[in-house]
T-cell receptor, first 111, second 113 residues
Framework: SAVISQKPSRDICQRGTSLTIQCQVD?????MFWYRQQPGQSLTLIAT?????????ESGFVIDKFPISRPNLTFSTLTVSNMSPEDSSIYLC????????FGPGTRLTVL | GENVEQHPSTLSVQEGDSAVIKCTYS??????FPWYKQELGKRPQLIID?????GEKKDQRIAVTLNKTAKHFSLHITETQPEDSAVYFC????????????FGTGTSLTVIP
């Protein structure tokens, strides 16, 4: 299994600012995944963060808007840049070890 | 990429009845199909999964069936209880594509006591 923590757990931000979300895993994993879950919606994969290479983004998501860092095998950050109210969502990081484990999520509200 | 569709979006059943949720997927390379339960304000939790070399898997009151030819899989919950009320998500994944998981749109299940 995997224990995943995220910081912050929630935040309220002003339009136009940026927020960096941190994700820490208690074991080394090659890939970490970032998802977005808008209110009442399903989970949408934003990108896959590989250690030692650039993140791979899904259709509709770009690096300028959601830059990702992956400095080592247990840590990753996702930045939500130049935020607008449409970015209000829960952001979850995830790892795959036999099954997929999710972090507790970061609830972001953009005013 | 993979496209996962899920039906129904909402489902209400009487306590003790069965609930069935169905999903279809588009990528024939997908070979792992988990189901997640998400309670309000909590993270998704894996409840059962099935791999493409198996047609059916059961764990107590929960079962999953897979039809690879038709590219669909289903979740069956028998003898439903009020604590089964939650949102359920299916997903599809392939190790060939890096283990990314693609989720269905979710089913909000309400079990009426």
């Amino acid at each position: 299994s995997a224990v995943i923590s995220q910081k912050p757990s929630r935040d309220i931000c002003q339009r136009g600012t940026s927020l960096t979300i941190q994700c820490q895993v208690d074991s080394q994993v090659t890939m970490m995944f970032w998802y977005r879950q808008q209110p009442g919606q399903s989970l949408t994969l934003i990108a896959t963060a590989n250690q030692g290479s650039e993140a791979t983004y899904e259709s509709g998501f770009v690096i300028d808007k959601f830059p990702i860092s992956r400095p080592n095998l247990t840590f990753s950050t996702l930045t939500v840049s130049n935020m607008s109210p449409e970015d209000s969502s829960i952001y979850l990081c995830s790892v795959s070890i036999d099954e997929q484990f999710f972090g507790p999520g970061t609830r972001l509200t953009v005013l | 990429g993979e496209n996962v569709e899920q039906h129904p979006s909402t489902l209400s059943v009487q306590e003790g009845d069965s609930a069935v949720i169905k999903c279809t997927y588009s990528d024939s390379a997908s070979n792992y199909f988990p189901w997640y339960k998400q309670e309000l304000g909590k993270r998704p939790q894996l409840i059962i999964d099935i791999r493409s070399n198996v047609g059916e898997k059961k764990d107590q009151r929960i079962a999953v069936t897979l039809n690879k030819t038709a590219k669909h899989f289903s979740l069956h919950i028998t003898e439903t209880q009020p604590e089964d009320s939650a949102v359920y998500f299916c997903a599809a994944s392939s190790r060939n594509t890096g283990n990314q998981f693609y989720f269905g749109t979710g089913t909000s299940l309400t079990v009426i006591p």
